[in-house]
């Protein structure tokens, strides 16, 4: 879920690009690269959706191109984050 449709914003096929982007991180590293860190269920896993970065330090051994490829998928900003086109 993009931090737009968490934030209940206006959306546009942007938000299929950040879905790609957390399906290849949980691919190259077998976790979610958002979840609950203070036991507050679906609102923490809201709040790290808006608010944290991705742990890209267990990447290591990843080729740049790819950690390039999902920070950009993963922008936080819809604006920012990459297109289909």
């Known amino acids: 879920m993009s931090p737009e449709l968490c ?3 206006d959306y546009d096929m942007k938000v299929d690009v950040w879905a790609v982007g957390v ?3 949980v691919l190259l590293t077998g976790r ?3 979840f609950d860190k203070r036991g507050d ?3 923490g896993i809201y709040s ?3 608010h944290d970065e991705p742990d890209f330090s ?3 051994g990843t080729s740049e191109d790819a ?3 999902i920070k950009s998928c993963l922008t936080k900003q819809s604006d920012e984050r990459h297109t289909t086109d």
């Open 23 to 25: 399906i290849a991180y």
């Open 48 to 50: 790290s959706i808006c």
């Open 67 to 69: 950690i390039s490829f």
């Open 32 to 34: 979610p690269p958002f």
């Open 58 to 60: 267990i990447l290591s």
């Open 41 to 43: 269920g679906k609102a």
């Open 7 to 9: 934030r209940e914003d």
